[in-house]
């Protein structure tokens, strides 16, 4: 299993990725938008953070994060977890360690000051996977369809 910044040869397959996901997690198409998602990856891949697990040059995962500065101070800022995505049949192994390490490494080379994760409601992901490495639990969000 190898990580690597993920290319624009790697859009076509992220953006899948994330419709498909976003689908089976939501369960509504409409949360996203394929054009949209076309021009959206690649401003991660070119100024976000965006790395690929990879095994035998297989793509099997991905981790993308955006640079903010913090809400209420604009003198701090943070690596914001966009997406963190395994394949199923990759769960469980070494791969999503290994993304959120090498996020976690990138974030601290970019010298932010907080890494910010998010964890879907009905992911098989517990807190405890990331309070292990050091995360805090500090809120839940609710989303209310209007």
């Not at 938008?33 to 990879?54: C, K, M, R």
């Not at 101070?73 to 959120?100: D, Y």
Request: include cysteine; aromatic fraction near 10%.
């Amino acid at each position: 299993m190898i990580i690597r910044y993920a290319t624009l040869d790697d859009v076509s397959w992220i953006v899948g990725l994330v419709a498909a996901d976003m689908q089976s997690l939501m369960g509504e198409s409409d949360l996203y938008d394929l054009d949209y998602l076309q021009t959206f990856v690649p401003y991660l891949i070119e100024d976000g953070v965006v790395l690929v697990a990879e095994k035998e040059g297989i793509p099997v995962g991905c981790i993308a994060g955006i640079l903010t500065p913090i809400l209420f101070n604009p003198h701090k800022t943070a690596l914001n977890e966009v997406f963190w995505w395994v394949a199923e049949e990759h769960r469980g192994s070494s791969a999503g360690a290994k993304l959120l390490l090498a996020f976690e490494q990138d974030g601290i080379a970019l010298e932010v000051d907080f890494i910010n994760m998010s964890i879907m409601h009905n992911t098989k992901l517990s807190t405890g996977a990331l309070e292990k490495r050091g995360y805090l639990y500090k809120e839940s969000s609710y989303v209310r369809r209007v």
